[in-house]
């Protein structure tokens, strides 16, 4: 009777105990906020990347293309009062008949070989001064000979005879009309190199049916043959 009495206290005493137990075991297993963990903030993928540098990136504007300008003063001057011509040295009619259209072979234009060259009325020394050329380089074309002297002709028309040691078979053109191109390439869509300005003389290396290739200014390109001054129609340069 004893031991079962004592079996029933114990028993009373393990079902009084049991909720307590379980609520302080729960309080021990479930963990504070305190105590909880903060998870690891993933790396911020959604931030934009930094702008390129503008300064590189951006365009470059494109080169400002030159201008090569002629001189203000007209290439051909006239003298306000000839040169008189002693009378004893005079002989215009027999010089003036003697006067030969120029059958010489090969390119009928040649350039200025000084910067100041005298255009007289005829083929001689004696001849009164009427035109002062001051362009070096300066294409003409020659008409005629007569001894040592040649008849020439400028682009505005300005005719008259020099001694022939004053020409050069140099050639030259002179940009004619208005502003023209000056390609790096014989096609219209090649790059422009540089713009010549009207009365800019071009030294010529060659020239085609179409095209020529020149240096003005320090700049060397193609014109096309129309645009200039100093060519006879179809005449190719090599």
């Not at 008409?143 to 300005?158: H, M, P, Q, V």
């Not at 020409?167 to 023209?180: D, F, K, M, N, P």
């Not at 320090?218 to 014109?223: D, P």
């Amino acid at each position: 009777m004893a031991r079962l009495t004592a079996l029933l206290a114990l028993f009373l005493m393990l079902v009084l105990s049991g909720p307590a137990a379980l609520a302080a075991d729960q309080s021990q297993a479930a963990p504070t906020d305190s105590a909880k963990a903060k998870p690891a903030k993933p790396a911020d993928r959604t931030k934009a990347a930094k702008p390129a540098d503008k300064a590189k990136t951006a365009k470059k504007p494109p080169a400002k293309v030159p201008t090569v300008k002629a001189p203000a003063a007209k290439p051909a001057q006239p003298v306000p009062a000839p040169v008189p011509v002693p009378p004893q040295e005079a002989k215009p009619a027999e010089k003036a008949d003697a006067a030969k259209p120029d059958a010489k072979a090969g390119p009928r234009f040649a350039a200025l070989r000084a910067e100041k060259v005298y255009l007289r009325a005829g083929p001689g020394p004696d001849f009164p001064i009427q035109w002062v050329f001051v362009r070096r380089g300066l294409p003409v074309e020659i008409l005629a000979n007569f001894d040592i002297y040649r008849k020439i002709r400028d682009s505005e028309g300005t005719i008259g005879w020099v001694n022939q040691q004053l020409l050069s078979s140099r050639r030259t053109v002179l940009v004619a009309g208005e502003i023209r191109a000056l390609h790096g390439d014989p096609k219209d869509t090649s790059d422009v190199v540089a713009r010549l300005e009207p009365g800019v003389i071009a030294s010529v290396s060659k020239c085609d049916p179409i095209w020529c290739e020149v240096k003005a200014g320090g700049y060397k390109g193609w014109l096309k043959r129309a645009e200039v001054w100093g060519l006879e129609p179809d005449e190719v340069i090599q």
